[in-house]
């Protein structure tokens, strides 16, 4: 009786997410010959730019069909016409936003010692290089906050269809 137990457990275990995956279509962005590949499925934000009058659709991936993805449901676009797709880096833009931020905290809160107590300059000289150093450092990173992946060169987009067949 315990291993017929363990046994349907084992079963529902495996079996059950294959229903969960039935139907489903994924488009992978892939770079050919490595393993690195970003997937999106329909839900995701995505944001391409079509090689036609280099148009950028962004917004949520709302149908993925055989050959065409559609965004925000009228947008239906040919995956031969996309020519990049963009990607947020989210810890770029963490990072950026922690730098600007700790320039400005730090110039302020120096700023404000100085005037607390009288000192001339109220403003050090070793405070303006730091804070200049943060403020350059997070605009810098600013700029790395959209990949930009081109797919002319070695990426490529793909869709998986993970449906059984109709019969």
Known sequence: MRISKFLILLIAFFILPSFIM???KLLVLEKAGTVKNYKYKVGDEITVETKRDN???SGSLTGINDSTIVVENYNEIKLAEISRVLRKRELMRIF???AISAGVFYFSLDALNG????DSPVIAESTLIATGALL?????MKQFVIRKIDLEDKWRLKILDFSFPAD
């Not at 005037?115 to 009288?118: F, L, P, Q, V, Y």
């Not at 350059?136 to 810098?140: A, C, D, I, R």
């Open 115 to 118: 005037i607390i107590n009288n």
């Open 136 to 140: 350059g450092s997070g605009l810098l």
């Open 96 to 98: 950026s936003g922690a």
């Open 22 to 24: 039935m139907g489903q």
């Open 55 to 57: 148009l950028v659709f």
